[in-house]
């Protein structure tokens, strides 16, 4: 038998402690304690991994995905990694990194937003070929659809009569 009470359960604060002195007494840790909190415990797994599974599904675009699928479109034929990353920079005024760009780039080829495919192998890659990105028509809808969404929002507030600096 393990003794301690709930002390092998740091998140609970001495759930055994009716002494009301903070001290876990000395006692051993029943099956139906252990049970109920590996149920809770189950439980809040299990709750978690459908709100994952949620997101996972979600059909709206975040502000990076947004801005990468519109630097595929504008650069057409020539996207790829170092100039998609050079239009974000020059867009939003600050550095992005090389390895967010390609983190996002494999997440929007598995929603199927965009297809990737390789080009020619180049001398001054030692002979690698790039892998360029292409819009497919889902993406395109979804860039659409999000910029209607933001357009509608963005109506919807009264004008802001904010003063800058």
């Known amino acids: 038998m393990v003794s301690g009470g709930w002390a092998a359960f740091p998140s609970h604060q001495n759930a055994g402690d009716r002494t009301g002195t903070g001290e876990i007494p000395n006692r051993p840790v029943y099956k139906s304690a252990i ?7 189950l439980l809040r797994l299990q709750n978690f991994f459908a709100i994952v599974d949620l997101m996972k599904n979600r059909s709206y675009l975040g502000e990076f ?27 939003r005024g600050r550095g992005v990194s090389i390895g967010s760009v390609y983190a996002a780039l494999e997440r929007l080829e598995a929603k199927g937003l965009i ?22 028509k889902e993406g395109l809808r979804q860039v659409h659809e999000t910029r209607q969404v933001l357009t509608r929002m963005w109506q919807a507030i009264p004008e802001l009569k904010v003063k800058l600096g």
Do not use: C
């Not at 180049?122 to 819009?135: A, C, D, L, Q, V």
């Open 35 to 41: 049970l109920r909190y590996s149920t809770w415990f």
């Open 65 to 91: 995905e947004l801005m990468l699928l519109l630097a595929v479109v504008h650069l057409g034929e020539g996207a790829y990694g170092v100039p998609i990353s050079r239009q974000l920079e020059g867009n």
């Open 115 to 136: 297809v990737s495919y390789l080009g020619d192998p180049t001398p001054e890659r030692g002979g690698k070929s790039k892998r360029y990105f292409r819009i497919t």
